[in-house]
């Protein structure tokens, strides 16, 4: 009897050894090719928003507020009058100028007539001149005085929260109404004092705010500052953004991204390299024959973000790189083939449809 399983338990074993169908199938992988992708080192930092213009318009002159011309966040074009004073006194004063230059013109008028018919001495036209200029600069500085009761906006921009009421008394410094130019935001950050060389004037950056989490800002490096902070080590840069729909606010917090040392180089994704120590190396399949088979290649790195990494020597773009399966893939070792993962072609959809 003992014999008698010791037999069928040989047989039992030859048989699974030699069975086609038992023997272990090739590992699938899925591939990648390396490409040629734009590439740069991301510098992060946390910047605050202001306008492109901003100012707050104040009062000069103590009066009452006689007219108010625009509606909480409105819109106003450059040259619009905002707000204007009470100035019926000032109007009277500028009025009885107007007249005296008037009266002294027309003596001027007839103090001329006489002296060319040598009827009046040259000095009474000359003094007629004189007080027609006078008055004259009078009228000028009622003008000028009458233009501090009339509140313009400085440019166009959106205007405030209006909190002051037609009969309010203002008196000088305060303030009445504030105007921001938000269709282009100026973005300032600092950076560590190390990076100074990378940066420059025109390096593209991006933007995100809690606001709009979903959305990206971007704009461009506008100018550098011209000192470092001898307590932080740090230099002030400042960035000029577009507003798409006037959405950004002044004061808005904002993680910036800097562009720095763009370039074309070889990129793929993390999941392809294999770490070895302080040495990196891919999967690279190759198809002789038409039967892929695996080709293990040591490849030196650069720099790294999310999920991607750049490829410095090792490989070239148009190789395909094994990116899913590397568990159970060997060099020299054939493999199954499920697809080319890319842009359109993800991991898990090429996973679903070998089930």
């Known amino acids: 009897m003992f014999v008698c399983k010791r037999i069928f338990s040989v047989l039992l074993v030859t048989l699974l050894g030699t069975s086609p169908l038992l023997a272990q199938s090739p590992p699938s ?201 001898p307590i932080t080590r740090s230099v002030s840069v400042r960035a000029e953004m577009v507003n798409p729909g006037l959405r950004l606010r002044p004061g808005m917090l904002m993680e910036v991204v800097v562009q720095q040392r763009i370039r074309d180089t070889l990129v793929l994704p993390e999941a392809a390299i294999e770490p070895s120590g302080n040495r990196h190396f891919v999967m690279l399949i190759e198809r002789p024959d038409d039967v892929p088979r695996l080709e293990r290649r040591e490849v030196m790195i650069g720099e790294r973000r999310s999920g991607d990494v750049e490829i410095l020597e090792g490989i070239s773009a148009g190789d395909l790189i094994v990116i899913h399966g590397l568990q159970l893939a060997r060099d020299g070792q054939e493999v199954r083939l499920l697809g080319i993962a890319d842009e359109e072609t993800g991991i898990r959809s090429l996973l679903e449809a070998d089930r």
């Open 29 to 229: 992988v899925i591939g990648h090719y390396a490409a040629i992708t734009t590439w740069s080192d991301p510098l992060e930092a946390l910047g605050t928003l202001n306008a492109d213009e901003s100012v707050t318009l104040s009062a000069t002159v103590t009066d009452t507020i006689a007219e108010i011309n625009f509606e909480d966040g409105e819109q106003v074009e450059r040259g619009r009058l905002l707000i204007r004073l009470e100035d019926a006194e000032e109007q009277a004063q500028l009025r009885a100028a107007q007249a005296l230059n008037d009266e002294r013109r027309n003596a001027l008028g007839r103090a001329t007539q006489l002296q060319q018919r040598n009827l009046a001495p040259r000095a009474d036209v000359e003094d007629t001149q004189a007080r027609l200029r006078q008055s004259q600069a009078d009228a000028q500085a009622l003008e000028a005085r009458l233009s501090n009761y009339r509140l313009h906006a400085p440019f166009s921009g959106r205007v405030g929260f209006r909190n002051v009421s037609v009969g309010a008394l203002v008196t000088p410094g305060t303030a009445l109404v504030t105007l921001d130019k938000l269709d282009v935001m100026k973005l300032d950050f600092t950076v560590p004092e190390v990076f100074l060389g990378r940066l420059s004037t025109g390096l593209k950056l991006s933007a995100t705010t809690a606001a709009f989490p979903e959305e990206i800002f971007s704009g461009e490096i506008s100018s550098i500052g011209t000192r470092i902070d």
